[in-house]
């Protein structure tokens, strides 16, 4: 099949600063092709590509609003979606391998070249999580710029750099990584783009051979081969529109360096057979703007010749330059009209639609400042600078608060920006954070607490789930050789739930943990197991009463233990992944993880489900890969270990997709998903030095020098400068996407006092306006109890309300009384209350000091500490320490559970001396102090005769108390 070239297919490039309105004239551009495929019954003419899935719904939503008779095939595609259809036209057996994946097979690599004696420079980190991250990520970067291993390596070879042997080592880790995908027919995220550019080249183009209009929308800039493929589109459609943002006249070309090497590649890729055309859109002017030099640049309409786009391909690598020859200062349009501010008009956002301090950022934001007017007019911004992350909470769910009830909006102080509504929805609020995560989900949490309507997009990680930590749990269990707090874990865990007769509805393990804490045995399954086997045994036996009891719970206790040794026999042996996989599976039957728990929710159990289905799904994932890359040869044979560090790496790498958003909500979105999205209120979290600019994650493997060493040889690699540069323009997008007002936010102090400064692009916002136009507001203090006009959440709302009534100002604490989520924890705090008034102001002994006033307790404590009962000096003491302690400890006999270590038991010496004590006393005063002596010895030989130590270290123990006890008689 061969690609229908059109006798001249034009590419134009709709470029303007924010608010230009370029996604507005697209759309209209898009509904007139769809209305013409209507009219013609012609579907499958029309694509609209976009970066991802949320930017794809907003277009769809907004193409379904602007064509009233109905979307005929609309098309609205993510380029990743695009590029897999066309690899399911070609009809090759591809198959692409998930992060799971391509994890095990860069781990897989790296150890056996450690093995081979290859990785010399990298050895002492090889294995480890963080090598492989920065391995991954630095593999990444090279595909994403279609740099091949050999292309690597012999660049590497020609620099003759110090470090030639980590050179090395990386491009051999990439050729092998390589090699893999292409032995097993596999592909990664980056090699689809490759392998749809070659289907491409080779004139296959599936569903979207009939594609007369295309448009692509929402990008900053694209990979070396994404650009290949829209050259090759280029020679097959008709009409290609692609939106920038690239302001003209040019005044900061380092905040749109990105887009001016975008069209300058655009150039370089298209066929001799297309013609460029650049139309400029034009923003509305704010009342700011000043006479401001600008580099100027001609007007032209082009078509670019293969001479004129391999000069421009120079360009890539080096500076971005804009070329004279096809962007200029007064470019036409493709139909020939001049752009005009009217043309604003149809994009969601449009210069005249948003708040003036935004309209100011849009056009001044990153520019030369010492010809810069700061502008008074600051409506619609606000800058928080607060006490704590915690603080910075509190004053964004306030602000929100109070817009959802119809008040003030953030920087509205100066109002004469007034297109407010009365009430805002909860839809057109929208909280941006640079890294979501931990961060996102405790955000949304505070912000559901303080009544909130919120939704946020942060995916929690798969080592969250609670089978997961089951799992881990019992692997530790078996490499740690049963501990007893670890034994205890998986024992209580709700998922331990085995059908075995020897659990006994949990009776099993409440003897277990009771006979290892009497027996003081602490880890070594085999003890354990011996020991209580033992005890057991000793049932039928007569002994004495206290024996008579441990024996009767080690009878309980020791055929579960028994039974779950059984069980995990299998853990000890080394096997391959897919005999780990299987033996998960069935371990799991075994031990009842998939039996819902006794009344559990339905919902929780059908999730613990999913996560035990997804679980299941990794490990078989990665047995698949790990018998594909045997071969014919034998799979590896993982010990338990290996197995459960393989596990650990692989399940810190998933995570959960987040929850389907809901309409009517406040969003919590990451900065990436923000910067095409039309947004009447948004709020920017967080926004410290740390933030903005972010630091680069693979900074470790090349120097700046080095990247720069390698760009100038052909290889092209980010670098420091461009990096700050991208975070200018993802800051800029990011900003400049709010309509109605926007709020920026960061902590001025962190949790331990210390001053937090800006990010300076916040400071770079606040130097466009004067002092009296923009005034930063500080809020947040110290003490945790807020104002009673700050009362977010229902924790604040009691804290507020109890400090109130104890001023005097009994009302607000009434009113939580009455209300029906606050009712039991407000009595609970009057009994609180209560006790306390009791035990520090009362005069004399209360209640709560464990004085009693019921006849039947009363009497129950006649029976026990009657006339001829003799007090202890240590009760006695315990008692003028805290009445309440002895109360609890002594005559209610409450104590604290500990866990059973193997040391010196100070309390059972104690127990011991007074048992000795006490019999001395029953025989009778001994005159002999020798014999005194001798008889004391008997009596404390007799009570450790009657301990049975178990381990070496309690033998130990017991000769040590032989002696000590010795010395003091």
């Not at 590419?11 to 759309?27: C, E, R, W, Y």
């Not at 695009?82 to 095990?104: N, T």
């Not at 390698?710 to 980010?718: C, E, F, P």
């Not at 009434?814 to 009994?831: D, G, M, S």
Request: proline share 6%; hydrophobic share 40%.
């Amino acid at each position: 099949m061969s690609l229908t070239i059109t006798d001249m297919s034009q590419v134009t490039i709709i470029s303007g600063s924010s608010g230009a309105g370029k996604t507005g004239k697209l759309l209209d551009i898009y509904r007139a092709a769809l209305d013409r495929a209507r009219s013609q019954q012609r579907p499958g003419t029309t694509l609209w590509l976009t970066p991802n899935r949320r930017i794809q719904r907003a277009i769809s939503q907004q193409v379904a609003a602007r064509s009233p008779a109905g979307c005929f095939s609309p098309s609205i595609l993510t380029f990743d979606l695009f590029a897999q259809k066309i690899l399911d036209a070609v009809g090759r057996p591809a198959s692409l391998i998930s992060p799971v994946m391509k994890r095990l097979l860069l781990r897989r690599i790296a150890g056996t070249l450690q093995e081979q004696g290859e990785l010399r420079y990298f050895k002492p980190i090889a294995g480890t999580a963080g090598f492989l991250d920065v391995i991954s990520s630095f593999i990444s970067e090279l595909k994403r710029e279609e740099i091949w291993p050999e292309t690597f390596v012999e660049v590497c070879q020609q620099r003759r750099s110090a470090f030639a042997r980590r050179d090395l080592e990386i491009g051999l880790i990439y050729a092998r990584y390589q090699q893999h995908l292409t032995e097993q027919n596999w592909f990664d995220h980056e090699g689809r783009f490759w392998l749809a550019r070659t289907a491409l080249s080779e004139g296959i183009r599936g569903p979207f051979a009939g594609v007369e209009t295309l448009v692509v929308d929402g990008f900053a800039d694209f990979t070396q081969t994404q650009y290949e493929i829209l050259g090759y589109l280029a020679s097959g459609i008709e009409k290609i529109w692609i939106s920038l943002s690239l302001e003209q006249p040019l005044i900061r070309p380092e905040l749109f360096s990105k887009p001016q090497i975008a069209i300058a590649r655009i150039q370089a890729h298209l066929p001799a057979s297309a013609a460029l055309i650049v139309e400029q859109l034009a923003a509305e002017p704010s009342a700011a703007i000043t006479n401001t030099p600008a580099i100027s640049t001609s007007a032209v309409q082009v078509g670019l010749s293969k001479s004129a786009a391999a000069s421009t391909a120079a360009e890539v690598a080096g500076p971005p330059v804009v070329d004279a020859d096809f962007i200029g200062a007064n470019l036409k349009g493709a139909t020939g009209a001049d752009p005009s501010p009217a043309a604003a008009t149809t994009d969601p956002i449009t210069s005249s639609d948003r708040a003036p301090a935004v309209r100011v950022i849009a056009e001044r934001l990153f520019s030369n400042p010492r010809f810069l007017q700061p502008s008074a007019d600051a409506s619609g911004l606000e800058v928080i600078a607060t006490t704590g992350a915690f603080g910075e909470w509190e004053a964004v769910a306030h602000r929100i608060k109070r817009m959802l009830s119809g008040g003030v909006t953030p920087g509205s102080a100066h109002a004469s920006h007034a297109k407010m509504p009365i009430a805002i929805a909860p839809q057109e609020i929208v909280i941006g954070l640079r890294t979501m995560g931990d961060e996102g989900l405790r955000l949304s949490a505070y912000l559901k607490s303080a009544g909130l309507p919120v939704w946020c997009d942060a995916a929690l990680p798969f080592t969250s789930s609670p089978i997961v930590r089951a799992l881990m749990q019992l692997m530790q269990l078996e490499l740690e050789d049963w501990p007893f707090e670890r034994l205890l874990a998986v024992l209580d865990s709700n998922f331990f739930q085995p059908a075995w007769p020897e659990w006994q509805q949990g009776k099993g393990v409440r003897a277990a943990a009771a006979a290892l804490r009497h027996l003081r045995l602490n880890c070594d399954r085999e003890l354990l197991l011996r020991v209580l086997a033992r005890y057991a045994a000793e049932i039928d036996s007569p002994s004495e009463g206290r024996r008579d009891s441990l024996a009767e719970t080690a009878q309980l206790a020791a055929p579960l233990l028994i039974r779950l040794s059984r069980s995990l026999e299998r853990l000890r042996r080394p096997q391959t992944l897919v005999a780990w996989a299987n033996i998960l599976s069935s371990l799991g039957e075994d031990l009842g993880w998939t039996k819902q728990t006794t009344g559990q929710h339905p919902d929780l159990a059908a999730r613990d489900a999913e996560d035990l289905e997804l679980l299941q799904r990794i490990v078989r994932t990665a047995a698949e890969a790990d018998q594909k890359l045997a071969g014919a040869g034998q799979p590896q044979k993982w010990t338990l270990a290996e197995f459960t560090a393989e596990l650990r790496d692989l399940f810190s790498h998933e995570s959960f997709r987040a929850e389907p958003e809901p309409s009517g909500c406040i969003r919590i979105l990451g900065i990436d998903q923000i910067r095409n999205l039309d947004v009447p209120h948004l709020f920017l979290m967080g926004l410290t030095e740390n933030s903005f600019p972010s630091g680069r994650s693979d900074d470790c493997l090349f120097s700046e020098s080095e990247r720069c060493d390698l760009i100038s040889r052909g290889v092209a690699l980010s670098h420091r400068s461009g990096h700050h540069a991208d975070e200018m323009f993802l800051f800029y997008s990011v900003v400049t996407r709010a309509r109605h007002s926007l709020t920026l936010s960061y902590p001025a102090v962190n949790s331990k006092g210390q001053p937090v400064f800006p990010s300076p692009y916040v400071t770079a916002v606040t130097s466009l306006f004067t002092r009296e136009g923009l005034v930063i507001t500080h809020e947040g203090k110290l003490s945790p109890v807020p104002a009673t006009d700050r009362a977010l959440t229902a924790t604040d709302l009691r804290l507020a309300a109890m400090i109130e009534a104890r001023q005097g100002r009994p009302e607000l604490f009434r009113a939580v009384l009455e209300l029906e989520p606050l009712r039991r924890t407000a009595w609970n705090t009057l009994a609180a209350c209560q006790v306390t008034h009791q035990r520090f102001h009362e005069r004399g002994f209360t209640p709560y000091e464990g004085l009693l006033t019921l006849p039947q307790n009363l009497d129950g404590l006649r029976q026990r500490f009657g006339a001829q009962h003799q007090f202890s000096a240590t009760e006695l003491e315990s008692y003028a320490r805290c009445p309440f302690q002895f109360w609890l400890s002594t005559v209610l006999r409450i104590g604290t559970v500990e866990s059973p270590e193997e040391e010196t038991d100070h309390a059972g010496r104690g127990i011991l001396l007074h048992e000795v004590l006490a019999s001395l006393l029953k025989e009778g005063v001994i005159s002999d102090t020798e014999g005194l002596r001798t008889r004391f010895g008997e009596l404390v030989q007799a009570q450790l005769n009657r301990q049975v130590p178990e381990t070496e270290l309690q033998r130990a123990l017991v000769r040590i108390e032989r002696i000590v006890l010795d010395q003091w008689g």
